[in-house]
């Protein structure tokens, strides 16, 4: 099964990212739950402003995203998606039909 995930993505005043959400899923599943995994899109924070820097008001806008879409293993989802939920930053998990 694949599922494609949006991730929350904490950035710098930069608007740059202060952390990898992904690591915090690998850190979660078990070992031979995700088969692959694609990054599709990064989202920049709505505080974003053509200057280099975000505005002091505007800190608290300061979270983007990031998509993945991930190849779970056959049996295996149950644990692909607590492993998900205990990160506490995925903000959506959409499974993707296979066009087989």
Same mark, same amino acid.
């Given at each position: 099964?694949?599922?494609?995930?949006?991730?929350?993505?904490?950035?710098?005043?930069?608007?740059?990212?202060?952390?990898?959400?992904?690591?915090? #899923?690998?850190?979660?599943?078990?070992?031979?739950?995700? #088969?692959?995994?694609?990054?599709? *899109?990064?989202? *920049?924070? #709505? !505080? *974003?402003?053509?200057?280099?820097?975000?505005?002091?008001?505007?800190?608290? #806008?300061?979270?983007?995203?990031?998509?993945?879409?991930?190849?779970?293993?056959?049996?295996?989802?149950?644990?692909?998606?607590?492993?998900?939920?205990?990160?506490?930053? !995925?903000?959506?998990?959409?499974?993707? *039909?296979?066009?087989?």
């Amino acid at each position: 099964m694949r599922y494609r995930v949006t991730y929350m993505e904490r950035t710098d005043a930069r608007g740059n990212p202060s952390e990898k959400p992904t690591d915090y #899923l690998e850190l979660e599943v078990p070992d031979g739950v995700v #088969l692959d995994k694609t990054f599709l *899109e990064r989202d *920049e924070p #709505l !505080a *974003e402003h053509n200057e280099e820097q975000l505005e002091e008001d505007d800190s608290f #806008l300061s979270v983007g995203s990031e998509t993945w879409e991930y190849e779970v293993a056959d049996g295996r989802d149950q644990d692909f998606m607590d492993a998900l939920k205990n990160t506490r930053m !995925a903000i959506e998990c959409i499974p993707i *039909e296979d066009d087989n």
